[in-house]
């Protein structure tokens, strides 16, 4: 199922929902003040990763539910040793209502469906770090 997107200094959905300007990071000589591929690629993972965990535990006796999990992604960037970049993730994800055995195991399930961590698979290493509340 495609989900086109346009870019142009500017990115937006082909319903309307998604309309963000974009720049290069003052960090890498850009203007800044406005998104960057690593932030929606941050934004991305995190929510794809939150909706991974409900999904594996719908079965479950203990399902986890949308306002039961918090996930924050962080991507950076670093020199790929060939001239290029090379992007660093890592999750931090909290759970409520389970304990930490059993949160490391949905979160280690999610991560083997989560269609973004099987797309990095091989290509980015990513740290996960995982929590109760």
Known sequence: M???GHFSAAINS???LLDLALALPKQLGGKGGAT???QLFAAG???CFGNAVIHVTRAASEKVKDDDIVVVA???MES???GGFA???ALGVTITGIDQAAAEEVVAKAHSVCPYSNAVK???DVAIVVSVN
């Open 2 to 4: 495609p989900f086109p």
């Open 14 to 16: 082909d319903d309307g």
């Open 36 to 38: 960057n591929p690593e």
């Open 45 to 47: 993972y995190a929510a």
């Open 74 to 76: 962080d991507v950076g």
């Open 80 to 82: 790929n040793g060939s």
């Open 87 to 89: 992007l660093t993730v």
């Open 122 to 124: 091989g290509n980015i």
